[in-house]
C-alpha cells in the first residue's frame, strides 16, 4: 500500500490512521442519510458498498494507529 511507503515515521502514521478512521465515519454517516432521504430503487448496493468502505478504511486506520513494539536490548 502506498501509505506504508511514505508512513515511515510514527506520528505520520498516527495522522494517517487518524485521518482514515474519520474517512469511515463520513462514509458510514453519508450511507445512513442517503438512506433515510434518498430513494434508491436498490439500496443493497449502497450499504454493501458502503460497509465494504467503512470496514476497509477503520481496519486500516486501527492498524496504522497501533503503536509497533519496541524491542529493547540492554547489553
Do not use: C, Q
Request: hydrophobic share 50%; aromatic share 14%.
Amino acid at each position: 500500500m502506498i501509505f506504508f511507503i511514505f508512513a515511515k515515521n510514527l506520528a505520520m502514521r498516527k495522522e494517517i490512521g487518524k485521518w482514515l478512521m474519520d474517512v469511515g465515519k463520513y462514509v458510514a454517516t453519508a450511507v445512513l442519510i442517503s438512506s433515510f432521504i434518498g430513494e434508491f430503487k436498490e439500496k443493497w448496493i449502497v450499504y454493501i458498498i458502503g460497509s465494504f468502505t467503512v470496514i476497509l478504511t477503520l481496519t486500516l486506520g486501527l492498524i496504522f494507529i497501533k503503536d509497533k513494539p519496541t524491542t529493547k536490548t540492554s547489553k
